[in-house]
């Protein structure tokens, strides 16, 4: 396949929520190609369909119309089981919430994934050290998420993405609770895995400066903006 082939592909993909009169339309007919290696900023209005888009690239939900194909394959036809599977292989997910355990130190939050799909615990530390290493904290293994400062433990949430190695980084927000500059540390570890390591990552973003220096920003509109007889 040549470089830059597309890693993600939606075809139509159209979702809402909800049924009758308290039906929302959030995506209608969307096509997008997010392409190998490639850091994609995803904008929009607050309420225009941003969780959702990742949620559906991330196989967390299904679309109501339309294909979705990872790597080569139509994963909108999977069942709930080789869903699960291919999630906890080929996506990592981080959100503007870190979700780490809080009974677990930093290692083993890392390892967490590791130790799911069947690794013996040794090892999966070993590799929760390695990846603490490269997202900075190599001297925070044994601390608690509450030991961390807000930047840490998001840094945590990206090396435990990433514990499978999955081709696919989808981050929703992962700076929104952060400061200006652990905002800026999250996004340059980020570009630093793309350079280093051919990771691609969709950015779920509201910071215009971010999305800038995103390879691409694919700006999400409010469906329904055509005027229509009430
Ligand atoms: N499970 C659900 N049930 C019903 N409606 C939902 C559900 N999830 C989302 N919605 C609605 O779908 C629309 C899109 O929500 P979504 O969370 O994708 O927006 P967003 O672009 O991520 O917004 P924000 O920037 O505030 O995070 C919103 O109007 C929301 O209320
Ligand atoms: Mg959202």
Redesign the pocket.
């Given at each position: 396949m040549s470089e830059g082939a597309p890693i993600v592909v939606l075809e139509g993909v159209s979702k809402g929520?909800?049924e009758g009169a308290n039906r929302?339309e959030?995506l209608r007919d969307l096509d997008l190609e997010v392409h190998r290696g490639e850091l994609l900023a995803v904008v929009?209005?607050?309420?225009?369909?941003?969780?959702?888009?990742l949620h559906l690239m991330g196989l967390l939900d299904r679309p109501d119309a339309g294909r979705i194909i990872l790597g080569d394959r139509d994963v909108s036809t999977l069942d709930q089981e080789a869903r699960a599977r291919a999630r906890n292989r080929e996506i990592g997910f981080v959100f503007q919430y870190h979700y780490l355990l809080d009974e677990l130190n930093a290692v083993d939050n890392v390892a967490l994934p590791l130790r799911i799909a069947g690794r013996r615990t040794e090892a999966a530390r070993g590799r929760a050290r390695e990846l603490l290493e490269r997202v900075g904290l190599a001297d925070r293994g044994h601390h608690f998420p509450d030991q961390l400062s807000g930047g840490e433990q998001q840094r945590v949430a990206v090396a435990r993405a990433l514990a499978m190695e999955p081709p696919l980084l989808l981050a929703?927000?992962p700076t929104g609770n952060l400061d200006r500059n652990n905002a800026e540390k999250l996004f340059s570890l980020v570009g630093e895995l793309h350079l280093l390591e051919g990771l691609t990552s969709v950015i779920?973003t509201?910071n215009e400066e971010m999305a800038g220096r995103c390879d691409r920003v694919f700006r999400?509109a409010p469906v329904g903006d055509e005027s229509r007889d009430v």
């Open positions: 929520y909800g929302v959030v929009g209005p607050s309420g225009v369909g941003k969780s959702t888009l929703d927000e779920v509201h999400l």
